[in-house]
T-cell receptor, first 113, second 111 residues
Framework: DADVTQTPRNRITKTGKRIMLECSQT?????MYWYRQDPGLGLRLIYY???????NKGEISDGYSVSRQAQAKFSLSLESAIPNQTALYFC????????????FGPGTRLLVL | SQQGEEDPQALSIQEGENATMNCSYK?????LQWYRQNSGRGLVHLIL?????REKHSGRLRVTLDTSKKSSSLLITASRAADTASYFC???????????FGEGTQLTVNP
């Protein structure tokens, strides 16, 4: 089984709808991240969490919120989806005690109509 | 703005040739990492080089870091068609905190 999983893998929604993207990990890492990827722009950090009680904004947090329900779960919500939030979303984890590498999930492709 | 910028944006070579990708960044770093992404898939970590290192090797990968020029290069030797992917550099300003990614180089290796 994959160490970092994301659900759903693909989602189509309409403008104004609230949606949640979920990330789960079995790596036992404390640190989790949400990124979005747009063509030609690489990955940009939305939010990150260093433990269950820690939430930090990244570069582009406006229009998004997160919830760290447990060490293994980190959810990203779009409160009122808009078309320019159409992107590929990635969750990642890391454990600084085991090195600085981040481990990525397979991604969620989101289309907002 | 992106911390890392990669060059070239796209590179097309023949199988067996070497591929070199470059990354420049703006501020002092703790380490620099290279990741690979197959089309539409998650990123996979390739190699990490720390600010006090100048060169690292891993299999067919060779990474260099020049902190005076704030640049790094990734060399893939004897490329294979399976190396076709996007390659991203990512800078870590404070060990293990957060990464800032470049825009990537799309490498195509033709059989």
């Amino acid at each position: 089984d994959a160490d970092v999983t994301q659900t759903p893998r693909n989602r189509i929604t309409k403008t104004g709808k609230r949606i949640m993207l979920e990330c789960s990990q079995t790596k036992g890492h404390d640190r989790m991240y949400w990124y979005r990827q747009d063509p030609g722009l690489g990955l940009r950090l939305i939010y990150y969490s260093f433990d269950v009680k820690d939430i930090n904004k990244g570069e582009i947090s406006d229009g998004y919120s997160v919830s760290r329900q447990a060490q293994a779960k980190f959810s990203l919500s779009l409160e009122s989806a808009i078309p320019n939030q159409t992107a590929l979303y990635f969750c990642a984890t890391s454990d600084p005690l085991a090195g600085e590498t981040q481990y990525f999930g397979p991604g969620t492709r989101l289309l907002v109509l | 703005s992106q911390q890392g910028e990669e060059d070239p944006q796209a590179l097309s070579i023949q199988e067996g040739e070497n591929a070199t990708m470059n990354c420049s960044y703006k501020t002092s770093i703790n380490n620099l990492q290279w990741y690979r992404q197959n089309s539409g898939r998650g990123l996979v970590h390739l190699i990490l080089i720390r600010s006090n290192e100048r060169e690292k090797h891993s299999g067919r990968l060779r990474v260099t870091l020049d902190t005076s020029k704030k640049s790094s290069s990734l060399l893939i030797t004897a490329s294979r068609a399976a190396d076709t992917a996007s390659y991203f550099c990512a800078t870590d300003l404070t060990s293990g905190s957060r990464l800032t990614f470049g825009e990537g180089t799309q490498l195509t290796v033709n059989p």
